[in-house]
């Protein structure tokens, strides 16, 4: 099975409202990076233990650890989980970028340094997510 079907399989698997949300969601990040690798991760280890929740990624950029080694891995990514949905924006070199710019005016969100959660996209400003999701891959295909 390729990626995108992975990708879609996954999609279509999710609960209503969140099926909707994250297609959306897809489709929105699918038009910024339509050249973009997409990534599909199952949340499971090499031993197959879930670690994680499924997620989709879309871009990639190279992410640099502390101990000097290199990962490519996505830019953008989302994921469902029982509370909602998060989209990761990874790359961000100052941590407090998206709670000091979101937090308070994006609607009822979590943000951290690297993540917006909420349970459904009529919850968020769907145009100051967009705003995010751009400047995360702005900055991250500098990298």
């Keep these: 099975m390729t990626i995108s079907q992975q990708i ?7 609960p209503e409202p ?27 280890n090499q031993e197959g233990k879930i670690v994680s929740n499924p997620s989709v990624g ?18 953008i990514g989302i994921s469902g989980n029982k509370s909602g949905i998060s989209i ?20 009822k969100a979590s943000v951290t340094g690297y993540c917006i959660r909420f349970k459904q996209l009529k919850d968020i400003d769907f145009v100051l997510l967009e705003e995010a999701i751009r400047y995360g891959i702005e900055v991250t295909s500098k990298n």
Excluded: V
């Design 8 to 14: 879609e399989e996954h999609l279509h698997a999710q």
């Design 88 to 107: 990761y924006i990874l790359g961000i070199a100052d941590n407090t970028y998206l709670p000091r710019t979101y937090e308070h005016k994006i609607g």
């Design 58 to 75: 879309y871009g990639s950029q190279t992410l640099k650890y502390a101990n000097g080694t290199t990962k490519e891995y996505f830019q």
């Design 18 to 44: 969140k099926r909707s949300d994250m297609q959306t969601l897809h489709s929105l990040i699918s038009g910024i990076l339509p050249e973009g690798k997409l990534w599909f991760e199952d949340g499971k």
